[in-house]
């Protein structure tokens, strides 16, 4: 059982940044995608980032140019950098490690992160 842990939430004012770390000791991080989810109050869950094996990157159109998903297989952690934070950014932020994670099927999810961004 793979079991991710997440770190870095919190609340920021507007235009502001976090960063989010996501980790898993013990697991081989290399072999599959990453990626973080969020889940504002009475939406679906939203696929932000992702990375991929060969760190190819993609991003949700609302997150383009202010967010940035990394990894670090020594470490076996993601990161995702947040910039430019707006209020509609408010949500719980999931990590998943996955073969792929724009699949809600399988794969593995961290314990949720909550950033509260305020105007």
């Known amino acids: 059982q793979v079991q991710l842990v997440e770190s870095g939430g919190g609340l920021v004012q507007s235009g502001g940044s976090l960063r989010l770390s996501c980790s898993a000791p013990g697991t081989i991080f290399s072999i599959n995608e990453l990626g973080w989810y969020r889940q504002a109050p009475g939406k679906g869950r939203e696929l932000v980032a992702s990375?991929?094996?060969?760190?190819?990157?993609n991003y949700a159109d609302s997150v383009k140019g202010r967010f940035t998903i990394s990894r670090d297989n020594a470490k076996n952690t993601v990161y995702l950098q947040m910039n430019s934070l707006k209020p509609e950014d408010t949500a719980v932020y999931y990590c998943?490690?996955?073969?792929?994670?724009?699949?809600?099927?399988?794969?593995?999810w961290g314990q949720g992160s909550q950033v509260t961004v305020s105007s």
């Open positions: 990375i991929s094996v060969g760190a190819n990157t």
């Open positions: 998943r490690h996955a073969n792929t994670v724009a699949s809600l099927k399988g794969g593995y």
